[in-house]
């Protein structure tokens, strides 16, 4: 039994591992500040939200249709999704409660605990499907559809009537009746509890009837030992009903939380669904497309942790780079370069986890996957650790970047001289485009930057921050070619208001 | 061809009694470490001896080359250590049998087993080697061997009996009642299993792992007086069958031959060096099988490393550095120099563990490597201050090495490390420099680690070897030696290679 809302055919996974770069995705990405957002005070909701933002990359362009299907629905019944969210919690958190008994490794308080715990199981399973009933008519998505389908179909009367049965027998107030087999030392093994037929004949009638042959030991009423040691031959025996009433009771827990692990990742979008149109920024089902197909356009989009953190409206961005394989941008210090880059990467990995994007459109390929590479804050190393530092990140990266993934670069090899960093650049960038992976690079490289620009390229885009004349920025980037110079006397004349310059 | 062994061709290659304890150099190069790791898995074997007794004679170690290679083949280690497993298991049913033996029918049970486990190991080792082509003379004579045994009717009839018996009593199922104090036995009769009743009407939840709902089971403590009240009346149920265990078990007390236990025992050598080996293959390492001469001085090996040094480092999951050095015409000693740390001792060690490791027969770390057979391996390498010495240090180490150079021949190898360290240099030079020009002499090979450069170049014997740093960052050690120094990168550069970062890296790095 599958809830189904995350894929079409299979669980979503919340123990998957990250990938390998999660660090640097949340910190260059501001992941956290979404993550928190989604969550609205729900840590669980967070920590579904987290993973799929993580693994986003791993969807094809179905998933990310189901999951947008599943979202609208979500939307439309946005009170029907967190009640159901909520009843998955309840019934876990009462199970918590009843739960000791079951994870005490003896076999029998554990079969003792799991009876206890199906037999609370049993009434949420009923609820449950009761739910299912009630709201089937108002949900259209594949997702939701086939999970009301499959707990109407699956939880009937009777096979809760067959659950109880077996609640009940497995009390064995009449003996306990096992099948043996010799171990290799001739010990009873392979001890395995058998349904007692019920009808046994007592010794005399045995006796009479000259049935097969029974022999009977009577533990002697002092052999405390020999009791220890019969007491263990029945742990044993019961030990698999025990291991198996206790697993089937893990399965319908595993079950539950399985449910609202998926409902979690919705309840995580509603929460920022309603942040962000509460601030009137726009948000929109993004358009995906298949890897390789290098579309990416869009309008108005920003940076939603920015926005989230800044209360109120940002800028958005424009632009269309349908078949860019490698987009530089460059120009003003405190521009908006390195938000335009975070906000793209923001719009991917949402696109990818079938959440809605913080822009007007936003069409986009799938990237195989994501890499940031950032400046990293000046750290007590030395200027030259620093670059080794760099490099060293960049070698991590290329063990792990495939044709199609997408690499974003901001301000990446400053910390050596320009040349130098120019050049090592140079051989990076030109070596990833040849192996098809799309490339965003925010620098100050200017060499680098006019060196692309100047192999007039087809597949390179040139943005640059814009300023205007008066040296104001609009924190907007437009078409441009890379200029020598970052402005960062702009950002000097910002800082030292009304001071000359010392240098003319 | 009569089989011997498959460590030593003939009765005589075997070393005279008595010859057990570590070579004197063993600490001194590491090789006391090295065979420690090797031999840490196989302890039960004994097999530290083994490697103190190093093969003087060109046709004995290519009689071990060949198990080697043939061992190579995976479906021959498969097959080797497939039967060493059940080898095991077989010592380990004997050594419980014993130890119940107040319990009669557990005891005879565990030495049918034990039986079984043997005859099943036999068969099982005999088939693989049968499917197998093999190449070398040991293995050859010993499959010779081993079918002519497993045809003998000693052998047949306990491998059948074995199997009967086993069968019958595997057959057997009864069934406990177990009721206020009395167990019943009794036939069993089908009843149905009530767990998998339960499993089956939960199965459409079931997936995965259900969470850690384990059952500490009752371990099983062995046998108890209850136990065998149990077993008692289950051969009330069967006596023939009991009966017919107990006779098994007097017919066939001395089952085991004597060329097969020691086979088990022997290929252990092998398979725990080749072990090893496959642990450190994983991060690039190569070894190989060496052409062995006890004629032509002319060394050379690629790729090689220190393999007490590459455990250690693997451990820490650190890299770690090869080298290449080769010898050629007049060419018999290296002078090893350059700044500290820089991987000079380890160069050392290292030419002394693959001659050595070569004389055993082993394969040795390198890609590549031509090695010379020598009659001893000497070492001298600084010691600790002895305080109940009187002799001074300088003294001492000159003690030592007249020792050496005593018993040196010119089919010796001689391996020094920063000798006369203690001393002024310009005792140390003079020093260092009469006793280069003996070793010379002698036309030995040899390895001397120096921090003086005058040695270098002493005569036409000897041949300098540097241990090389990063030209643009002296801090940076490359752990290479090279017969002369390399150019250096840019700085950046340097380190875009360092990182494998640099056009051409990324270009055959990338996975399509």
């Known amino acids: 039994m599958k809830a189904l809302l995350m894929f079409p055919d299979r669980d979503f996974e919340l123990l998957a591992a990250s990938p390998w770069n999660q660090g640097d995705l949340t910190q260059d990405l501001e992941l956290e500040t979404l993550v928190l957002a989604m969550a609205a005070g729900d840590e669980f909701v967070g920590d579904v939200a987290r993973k799929a933002l993580l693994c986003a990359t791993r969807n094809d362009v179905g998933t990310v249709l189901y999951r947008q299907e599943v979202l609208k629905d979500a939307l439309q019944n946005p009170e029907v999704v967190r009640g159901l969210y909520r009843f998955m919690g309840e019934a876990i958190k009462d199970s918590k409660r009843q739960s000791w008994g079951i994870t005490s490794h003896y076999p029998s308080s554990m079969l003792y605990g799991a009876t206890d715990l199906l037999e609370m199981f049993v009434g949420r399973l009923r609820a449950l499907r009761g739910i299912a009933e009630e709201q089937t008519g108002r949900f259209h998505s594949r997702g939701f559809r086939a999970l009301f389908a499959m707990l109407q179909r699956e939880l009937s009367d009777d096979f809760l009537a067959q659950i109880e049965e077996h609640l009940t027998i497995s009390k064995f107030r009449k003996g306990l009746l096992l099948s043996a087999e010799l171990g290799s030392c001739n010990e009873a093994t392979q001890l395995a509890p058998r349904k007692d037929s019920g009808k046994e004949a007592g010794w005399l009638q045995r006796l009479l009837r000259k049935g097969p042959p029974a022999y009977t030991y009577r533990l002697h009423e002092r052999d405390e030992a020999g009791g220890r040691i019969l007491g263990k031959i029945r742990d044993r025996g019961i030990s698999r009903v025990a291991v198996a009433l206790a697993e089937s009771a893990g399965h319908v827990l595993n079950f539950f939380s399985m449910l609202r692990t998926e409902l979690a990742f919705y309840v995580g979008c509603l929460n920022l669904h309603g942040q962000l149109v509460s601030r009137q920024l726009s948000v929109c089902f993004p358009i995906p497309s298949e890897p390789g197909t290098r579309s990416l356009c869009f309008r108005e ?198 001071e000359k310059r010392v240098l003319s | 061809m009569t089989f011997e062994s498959v460590l030593f061709e003939r009765d005589s290659d075997r070393p005279a009694q008595g010859q057990t304890g570590a070579p004197a150099f063993f600490k001194d190069l590491n090789l006391d470490q090295v065979v420690e790791a090797i031999t840490a898995d196989w302890k039960e074997y004994d097999l530290t001896a083994y490697f103190h007794i190093p093969l003087r004679d060109v046709g004995a170690v290519t009689y071990r080359q060949e198990i080697v290679t043939d061992l190579g083949e995976k479906p021959v280690m498969m097959a080797v250590r497939v039967f060493s497993k059940q080898m095991r298991e077989m010592r380990n049913l004997l050594a419980q049998s014993k130890e119940v033996h107040y319990f009669n029918r557990a005891m005879q049970r565990l030495f049918l087993g034990a039986a079984e486990t043997y005859s099943g190991a036999v068969g099982k080792l005999l088939a693989d080697l049968r499917q197998l082509r093999l190449q070398s003379r040991g293995l050859i004579a010993f499959r010779e061997y081993l079918t002519e045994y497993a045809e003998s009717v000693r052998f047949q009839a306990l491998a059948e009996e074995t199997k009967r018996l086993k069968e019958e ?74 009966q017919a265990l107990e006779d098994f078990c ?234 002369r120094p390399a150019d250096g990168l840019a700085y950046a550069l340097a380190i875009a290679e360092k990182h494998h970062a640099t056009y051409d890296w990324i270009k055959r790095r990338v996975r399509e």
């Open chain 1, 301 to 498: 989009l920003y940076d939603v942790c920015l926005s989230l953190r800044l209360e109120r409206r940002v800028v958005g961005n424009l632009a269309d780079a349908t078949g860019k394989n490698l987009i530089i941008v460059t120009g003003a210090n405190q521009g908006g370069k390195s938000t335009f880059l975070r906000s793209v990467g923001q719009a991917q990995l949402m696109m990818q986890c079938g959440m809605f994007a913080g822009a007007e459109t936003f069409e986009a390929e799938l990237c195989a996957n994501l890499f940031t590479h950032f400046k990293r804050e000046e750290d007590e190393a030395m200027k030259s650790g620093k670059f080794d530092e760099e490099v060293a990140r960049l070698s991590a990266i290329v063990e792990h970047v495939t044709p199609n993934a997408m690499l974003l670069f901001n301000e990446s090899f400053a910390a050596t001289n320009e040349r130098e960093g120019s050049e090592i650049a140079r051989q990076i960038v030109s070596a990833l485009l040849e192996k098809r992976i799309k490339v965003l690079y925010v620098t100050h490289l200017y060499d680098f930057a006019r060196g692309f620009f100047g192999r007039e390229m087809k597949d390179a885009l040139f943005l640059r921050a814009e300023r205007k004349a008066d040296g104001t920025r609009t924190f907007r980037l437009a078409e441009g070619e890379p200029l020598e110079t970052s402005y960062g006397e702009d950002l000097y004349r910002q800082i030292f208001p009304g």
């Open chain 2, 169 to 242: 009593l595997s057959a057997i199922r009864y069934a406990l009642q177990i009721r206020n104090g009395t167990i019943t036995v009794r036939n069993y009769e089908g009843e149905i299993d009530y767990s998998v009743a339960v499993e089956e009407t939960f199965e459409k939840f079931r997936k995965g792992a259900a969470g850690d709902y384990r059952v500490d089971i009752p371990r099983w403590e062995g046998m108890n007086h209850i136990e065998a009240e149990i077993q008692k009346r289950v051969a009330l149920l069967y006596p023939e069958l009991f």
């Open chain 2, 250 to 483: 007097t017919r066939h007390a001395g089952y085991l031959d004597g060329k097969i236990a020691e086979f088990d025992r022997e290929i252990q050598f092998y398979v725990a060096y080749l072990a090893f080996v496959a642990k450190l293959q994983p991060a690039g390492l190569s070894f190989c099988l060496p052409q062995v001469s006890r004629m032509s001085k002319e060394v050379r090996a690629d790729q090689a490393f220190d393999l007490a040094l590459a455990r250690k480092l693997l451990d820490k999951k650190a890299t770690v550095v090869c080298n290449d050095f080769h010898l050629s015409g007049a060419e018999r000693i290296f002078v090893v120099t350059g700044p500290n740390q820089g991987g000079k001792t380890t160069f050392a060690r290292m030419f002394g563990q693959m001659h050595y490791l070569a004389s055993l027969g082993c394969p040795v770390p390198g890609l590549r490597a031509q090695l010379y057979l020598c009659d001893r391996l000497f070492t001298h390498f600084e010691r600790q201050e002895d305080p109940t010495n009187l002799r001074g240090k300088l003294q001492d180490d000159l003690i030592r090495i007249r020792e050496i150079l005593e018993h040196a021949t010119s089919d010796s190898i001689v391996v020094m490390n920063e000798i006369f360290a203690s001393t002024t240099l310009k005792d140390a030079v003079f020093l260092s420099k009469e006793i280069v020009t003996r070793l010379a002499e002698v036309d030995l090979l040899a390895v001397c680690v120096t921090f003086m450069e005058e040695l270098a170049s002493l005569n036409d014997k000897t041949v300098s070897v540097v241990s090389m740093v990063n030209p643009e960052n002296p801090a940076i050690r490359t752990f290479k030696l090279e017969r």
